[in-house]
C-alpha cells in the first residue's frame, strides 16, 4: 500500500502542492526498549494502536519525570497553602518553596538567596537584560551579546535600542563559537552587560563561558548566560565561570513547564521586571507557583546528580546517528562544533531541499523533531543561527535538528537512519533544485 501526501510549501520558490509517493505501508510498530539504562523509571509511551511515536526534540521540551510529578502532586491538593500567609497551614508550602531553592543553589554552586524563580526562561532572560540595563543607566547604555542568541535574549537587547541603549551583536566562527578577544575588543567605558548563552539552542555549540565571563570582570561588567540548553547537560559553577546572572527553565530538564529561575549574585544591581507583592524577597511579584518550584527542585536535583554519566550514554547514541545520517545521505553537513556541543544535539543541513518539507514526512512515520527554518512561526526567513555561521539561505533552510532524550535508546536511532534517508532522497527527487547528478531514479 502506498501514502500519498501533499506537500503545500508557502515559501517563494519553493514546490508548491508537490504529490510525493512514499512506498511500503504504516510505519511499524515499537517493539520494545532492549537498550534502556537499567533501573531507569517509568517513561511516557506516545504510540498509538497504528504508529510508532519517536520523539527527538528535547531541546523544545521534555517530558516530566515521575519522580518530578510525584514531589509536586501534594502541592496542588493537600498543601495549597499561600507560602506567603502568616499561619502554620502554609509553613509547608514556604518550606517546600525553599527547598527548591536550595537545590537549585547547589546545583549552580550559588546560595540559596541568590535564587529568584520565575515563569521560565524567558521571563529570566528579560528580567536579566532589562533588569540590569535599567539599573545601570547612568553608568553606562552599551550591551553585548552574541548574533546566535534565542530570541529571549535578542529581542529584549532591540527592545532596548529603541529606548536609546546601544548593542554590540558579536559575530561566531563556522562552529558558532564566540571569540572572548572579540568580547573584550567591544568593551567600552560605557558597558554594563555581556549576555553570551552557555550553549545554543539550535546547534549545541557551547561557548567559552569561564573565558568570557573573566574577560567581562577584568573590565568591571556584568556576565550574564543563557544556560537553559544547558542545565544537566554542562556542569555549571557560577563563581568559578564568573557568571553573575544565569537563566534556567525546568522544562528543558524533565520538569514542568512554566517555571525557571534567574541567579542573580550577591550584590548584582538590578531593578525588578513584575512589580506587585514583595515575593521573592521583594524581586519579583507574584504568587509563588509553589508545585512548579518544587518540580523544577526535584528535576534539577535529578538532571545535576550524574551528568558524566548521562552525557556518556546520550553522547553514544549522538554520535551513532550522526555516523549514521553522514554516512548514509550525500550533501549532508553536520552544524555546530564537531566536539564542543550538547552531548545531545545533533543538527544538519541537507542540501537542495527544505526543513519544513523534512518535519512533514518525518511526523507521517512518527518523528517528531524540529528545523532551523522559522517558517513554523510565520516567517520566510531561515534561522539567524545558521546564516550567522555561515550558512548560504538556502542550505539554512533545509536543516534538520534531532536532539535526544533519556527515554531515546539505540532502537529509536535505528529507526529514524532507516527512514530518513528515503525522506530525503524523495524531496531531492522533486526538488527544482536537485541538479540531475543528485536525483535518484523513480521508484514505482
Known amino acids: 500500500m502506498r501514502l500519498a ?22 510505519p511499524p510498530p515499537r517493539t520494545g526498549n532492549t537498550d534502556r539504562v537499567p533501573g531507569q523509571t517509568l517513561y511516557p509511551d506516545m504510540n498509538d494502536q497504528d504508529q510508532r511515536t519517536v520523539y527527538m526534540d528535547h531541546a523544545a521540551t521534555t517530558f516530566t519525570k515521575p519522580e518530578v510529578l510525584a514531589a509536586m502532586t501534594p502541592y496542588f491538593s493537600r498543601y495549597f497553602g499561600n507560602p506567603s500567609s502568616l499561619y502554620r497551614f502554609a509553613h509547608t508550602s514556604r518550606e517546600g518553596v525553599e527547598e527548591a531553592r536550595g537545590r537549585v543553589a547547589t546545583a549552580l554552586g550559588a546560595e540559596p538567596e541568590e535564587i529568584s524563580f520565575t515563569a521560565g526562561g524567558s521571563e529570566a532572560d528579560n528580567w536579566a537584560i532589562k533588569g540590569v540595563a535599567a539599573a ?14 534565542h530570541h529571549a535574549v535578542l529581542h529584549p537587547c532591540r527592545a532596548l535600542e529603541k529606548q536609546g541603549y546601544q548593542v554590540t551583536y558579536l559575530p561566531v ?35 567559552p563561558v569561564a573565558e568570557i565571563g573573566r574577560v567581562a570582570h577584568d ?9 537553559v540548553q544547558a542545565v544537566g547537560a554542562v556542569p555549571i559553577d557560577v563563581d568559578a565561570m564568573g557568571i553573575d546572572l544565569l537563566s534556567l527553565s525546568a522544562h ?17 544591581r538590578i531593578e ?13 511579584a507574584g504568587t509563588e507557583n509553589v508545585p512548579g518550584i518544587v518540580g523544577l527542585g526535584r528535576a534539577i536535583e535529578l538532571a545535576t546528580a550524574d551528568i558524566e554519566g548521562h552525557n556518556r550514554r546520550i553522547a553514544a547514541l549522538r554520535d551513532r546517528l550522526v555516523r549514521g545520517v553522514l554516512g548514509s545521505i550525500p550533501d549532508t553537513r553536520l552544524n555546530g562544533h564537531p566536539k564542543e556541543r550538547l552531548p545531545n544535539n545533533a543538527n544538519f ?39 550567522a555561521i555561515g550558512l548560504p539561505h538556502e ?12 527515554a531515546n535508546t539505540g532502537e529509536d536511532v535505528d529507526y529514524v537512519l532507516s527512514v530518513l534517508p528515503e525522506v530525503i532522497g524523495r524531496l531531492r527527487q522533486i526538488s527544482p533544485l536537485t541538479p540531475a547528478c543528485a536525483r535518484i531514479p523513480e521508484i514505482e
Open 395 to 406: 542550505e539554512a533552510h533545509g536543516s534538520l535538528r534531532l536532539t535526544l532524550g533519556d
Open 272 to 284: 525588578s521586571l513584575v512589580h506587585g507583592g514583595g515575593q521573592e524577597r521583594g524581586r519579583r
Open 5 to 26: 501526501y501533499i506537500t503545500r510549501i508557502l515559501r517563494p520558490g519553493a514546490y508548491l502542492f508537490s504529490y510525493l509517493r512514499l512506498a511500503g505501508s504504516s
Open 173 to 207: 566562527d563556522e562552529f558558532g563559537r564566540v571569540d572572548p578577544g572579540d568580547v573584550e575588543d567591544a568593551i567600552t567605558d560605557r558597558t554594563i552587560l555581556v549576555s553570551v548563552m552557555t550553549a545554543n539552542n539550535e546547534i549545541g555549540t557551547i561557548q
Open 252 to 268: 528543558k530538564f524533565y520538569g514542568p513547564k512554566g517555571i525557571g529561575a534567574l541567579y542573580i549574585r550577591r550584590g548584582t
Open 136 to 149: 545601570l543607566r547612568k553608568r553606562g547604555d552599551h550591551i553585548i551579546t552574541s548574533a546566535i542568541e
Open 349 to 387: 543541513s541537507f542540501r537542495y531541499v527544505e526543513g519544513e518539507s523534512i518535519l512533514l514526512l518525518l511526523d507521517a512515520h512518527g518523528i517528531c523533531a524540529s528545523t532551523g527554518s522559522a517558517c513554523s512561526s510565520a516567517s520566510l526567513e531561515p534561522s539567524h543561527v545558521l546564516l
Open 219 to 227: 573590565h568591571d561588567v556584568l556576565f550574564h548566560t543563557d544556560a
